[in-house]
Structures are given as structure tokens and as C-alpha cells.
């Protein structure tokens, strides 16, 4: 999306409404979030979408970027959008002076001090620059404007959205200078541009500014708290901020004078941190609200990270002395830079440059959730995997979001692209969300199974699954299609004896004509039950959440030493006739947790070290004090959490952390 996205709202909601009924759309930065409306049930027409978890009109939004269908967005043909949050770096006034008003000079980085004067929620607010000078020359100038005589006010000669005004406010009776957001009938929204608040009021009401009062660059500057988000536990989906945290926000800030230490600045507005100095112990608001439980860490949003690189490589240009490269505009290098930060001009402002010409064309849209497939066997491996168009499976979305287990979908067909390296697939099912499905489905049907434990033995972590190995060179039988599965979800060893069992069952089922001739239909029936009952109970059991463990030899057989494998006994393995369908799978022999071998002290030291790197890269991203801070994993000294944060970001430091994981792992 242009940078001005909120304009092309109405060509966004006619481009959706063919898939279902809009509720809300939300832009931030570059990107437009688009919330569809859940039908209400009704007792003469029950919708099946009031109990889908996913809503159809997800369905077929991204069925339109599946198809390729081309989102392109025709330009406003006049500015009537209102956005209540939009940004202004200039508004034009409604005197004779259409000279523009300037917002203040704010920095890019560094620390301020600043007044709360307008709480929007918990993380968005208005603020005025708190230091003598500042408060001083805003409260000369609203004396001045205020002890003029009112009759002396010319009213406005026209009346739209964008242009500045005198206002009276309600509580105090008093004008202020105001920027007119809406107009509806008779009555105009205006925010106070030196404040932050907002008023309706009628538009008789409104008066023209002397062109005196224009020479003050707005005293009210937006700003929105860095690198944290609603909590998903005090809002649904973490969209917007809960009453109780924004109440406590407001107590916890109200009439003080707060540090703020700037993440980024985009379009005139501050993204920071604030520090509340005036009591005993400085409180840091956002990590306040993320131990309270109102907030949670969240990453910045790709606008914000940008505009930030940007204002680091300026400051360190101008700390090495290289401003000719900031005074020349022309040079590539600084071409590059400038235009990753878009600009955004008064969306609502007639003597605007328009900022976009003729059409544009959006990506997308996306869902988060969307299950992305991938190949078991080895010959899949790299290899994308898509469903054909025309199936109900084409687009795959995790119903759950807390989710985590590994999901399993079924292809009767697959085939190759003619690239080769995407594969096909038709006539698929996606089975249940059911824990562990899919590693007993690979450990019952697949041919040949070895297993895989942890590093102490102590719990089964995946298999590989194929024809097996040749036992004289231990090279696989059929490498193309064997699978290197690991487990997220406990497997046991009785998991595998009843897997065996069943296996057994099967061999029985299949085994030689003759044998299956002398039986009757009772003994047919009962060994189907029984193996239909043992699938039943397998699959249903309860089964704990586990972390992947990657092996380091992949694809690689007869790993297990002989001396420790468990051997099925040799009445379920004999067979009398012919070779039985399915081998049983050996197990191996397990520690009990409780007798767990205690990890040696260069394993305890790494662990240490991989949780001191996860406190540095909080404290970094986090902190506000200048502490110093040391990394013991490459024995450097940081003075303050900018340079804890500038080598984190190095080369040597990754490099360790490489290593440190190779270790682990």
C-alpha cells in the first residue's frame, strides 16, 4: 500500500465486499489489515458461518490472490476520507495567509522530556515537550490569543476538512488554535493541534486565525509506545488495548513530566519508551505494562525499523564527519536511503501534492495462519507443495491458533511442475487436528522404522521410516523415499508395542490363502475389531506437546548400537510361511526420567550462556538506563544498550552464537 493507504479506503471495501460483509480496516505503515464481520445466527436461516471458526469471506479473499486476481486500487478523486489518527507534518489555514503551519522540530533518536496532554489508549497518546522554554512560549501565546477581544474573530469564509480554525473549548471556555477533522451537516470534529484532544462543535463556532498566530509550529506531537502490543490475554486477538490497561496507563502517567527515549519517528510521530523518573525507583511504562500483563513484547513495524536504520546511519555520518554525503541529495547512496521512508503529506489538505498517480496495484492479501505443506520423503525435500485450484483444500487455514502439533494432509495424486521444483497435488484430505497423529500413521504403515531418542536417552524423538537398509553396508534400500520424521508430540514405548500389535493384526489379515481359508467369519470379525479398537485407543490417547529435536545424521540408518535395541519377541516375528507384511519395529532402551544422568558442567555452562544471550537481546531492545552491560559469550563491554544492541548486530557475535547452538545441539 502508498504510504496515504487510509485514502484508497472505499476502493478497498468494493474490492472485498464481493466476499463478505466488511467490519473494520486498519492500516499501519504500508499494509491495510481487513476484518470481516461474523453473520449473527438466526433462527429461520441458521448460518453455517456463525460456528466456523474461519469465516468464508476469509476463504475467498485469499482465494483471489491464489487466482492471481490483480488488486488494483483507483486514486481518491477527492479527498473525504477522515482519518481520526492520521498524522499532519502541515496544514493550511483559514485566513488570507495560506502560508502552511509547521509541526515541531522533533528528533529522530535520542531522549526528551514530555507531558502527557491526550491519552488516545494505552500505547497511543499526545504529548507536549516539557522543558522551560517550551511551556513558557505555549503559555505566553494562549494569554495573547485569548485576551484579544472575541468580536474582533472573523468567522470562517469557507468551511472543509484540513484547514485550521480558532475553537472554543468547553471546559474552559477559552479558543484554541484547531484542525477541522470532519464535517457533518452543521457540526465539524476538530482536534486542538497544540493539545491532542478533541471536540465537536458547531460550525458557527469556528473562527479564522490572524495570521499572527501562525508563526508557533503545532505544540501537540502523536506518539505511540515501541516494540510492545495489546496483550492477548486482556483483549480478544490483541487488536486493541483493554479498559483496565488503559485506565492504569492513564494513572500511572497522568500529570507528570516523563523521559522518552525515541525508537524511530514516522510521519512526525514518536515511537519511544517511556521512564517515570518522579518517584523513588524509575518505572520503565512499557516493561511495566508487559510484567503486568497488559501488554507483550511485539516487534516494530517495518516502516518504524526502517526510518530508524535510516536516522543510525545518518547520526553515525554526521559523527564521522561525513555531512557532505547528507548535503548532496543527488548521490545514489542517499537516494536509496531516503526512499524506503515515505513521506506522508496532509491527506486532508486542499494545497497538498497528490501522492500517488494513476493506479495501484496492492500484494496479497495474506493470512498468518495459512498451513503452508511440505513433502515427507527425501525426494520432496526443497521442493514446494501446492494443491490444485479447483480443490476445497487450495487454501488451508489453522482453525487453532494455539496450535502448535504438526498437521497431516493426504494426497491420492501428486505430480511435478514443469519447473520441477514445485510438486502437485490432487484428490487431498486434510486429517484432524489430532496430537500425534501423524507419527503413528508413519509408524504403522511405513514399511521399516527406526527410532530416534534425545542425547540421554530418555524419550523417543523421531524415526526415519523407508525400505530399511542393506545390513552388510548400512546404505538405504531406496533413499529417494525414505522420511526423517520428528516428533512434537510424546511417543512412548507403549505407543510402540500397540503399534506392533496392530501391525500384527495386519499380518495376520494378510497372510497366506490357505491359512485364511480354514477360518470362519467370527475369527475375521474378531481380529478386525481388535485391531479396529487398538487403533481407536492409540489414536485418542492423550499426548503431551514436545519440542523437535533435529538429529545431526539424517537420512542415515543403523544409528542405534545392537546392544540396546528391544527386539520384538520372537512369537509376534515368526511367521510360518512366507515373510510377514509388515516387520515390527524394534525399540530401544530407555533411562526413566527420574534416573535422568545430570548434564556435565561444560552442557550446564552453555545453557547459562544461551539464556544470558536472550536477557542481552531483552536489554537491548528494552532498557532505558545507561548500565553497563558485558557479554560473557564473547567477552565484551558494553557502556550502554545502544552499543549492547550495535554488537549484537556484529558479525563476531553471530558467529559465536553459531557455534554456541552447534554445541547445544
Known sequence: MPSNGHLYREALVKIFKTCGKGKQLHFEGSRVYVEFERPRPSHSEPSTDSSQPVLNAVYCALKMRQLRMQLTLDPPLHNTSRNAGSRWSSVSAGSSDNSPLQQLGLPSLGDIQLLITEVVDAGHFWAQLADSKSIKALHEFDATLNGLPTHGFQPLKSVREGILCLAKFSQDKRYYRAKIDSVSLNIAHVTFIDYGNSEQMSLSSLKQIPSEFLRLPMQAFECFLANIRPSCRQAVGGSTWSEVANRRFVELTGDKVLFGQIYSRVDDALRLELVDTTGQHDVNVNQWLVQNEYAEVASEPHNSKVARELALKLQEAVNHGETDSLKSPTEPSHQALVAFVPRRSNPLSDEAEPFQKGRVTVRGPFNPYEIAFSHLAFVGAGRGVKVERDSVNSIAIQEDPL??????????????????????????????????????????????????????????????????????????????????????????????????????????????????????????????DAARDKVIRLVTREKRLCPEVFQGSSYSWNQIPAEILILPSEQLETMEEDAPFYTLHCGVVLHREED???????????????????????????????????????YVRCATPRALLYHLQSRSHHQEEDLLRERLF
Open 403 to 528: 496450535t502448535r502439533h504438526q498437521r497431516l494432509m493426504c494426497a491420492a495424486q501428486v505430480s511435478l511442475t514443469s519447473s520441477g521444483d514445485t510438486l502437485l497435488t490432487r484428490n487431498t484430505t486434510i486429517m484432524p487436528p489430532l496430537r500425534g497423529l501423524l507419527e503413528l500413521l508413519v509408524l504403522l504403515f511405513a514399511p521399516s522404522v527406526e527410532m530416534r531418542t534425545d542425547q540421554h536417552r530418555c524419550r523417543y524423538t523421531g524415526c526415519i521410516a523407508g525400505l530399511g537398509f542393506d545390513p552388510n553396508t548400512s546404505q538405504s534400500l531406496f533413499p529417494e523415499h525414505d522420511m526423517e520424521l520428528a516428533f512434537n508430540a510424546s511417543i512412548d514405548q507403549d505407543d510402540l508395542n500397540q503399534v506392533n500389535c496392530i501391525r500384527m493384526a495386519i499380518n495376520l489379515a494378510v497372510s497366506s490363502e490357505n491359512k485364511v481359508s480354514a477360518w470362519d467369519m467370527k475369527a475375521v470379525r474378531r481380529i478386525q
Open 596 to 634: 535422568r544422568p545430570e548434564l556435565d558442567a561444560l552442557h550446564k555452562k552453555n545453557i547459562e550462556l544461551e539464556y544470558h544471550c536472550n536477557e542481552l537481546r531483552s536489554m537491548a531492545s528494552m532498557s532505558l538506563a545507561s548500565v553497563e552491560t558485558f557479554c560473557r559469550l564473547c
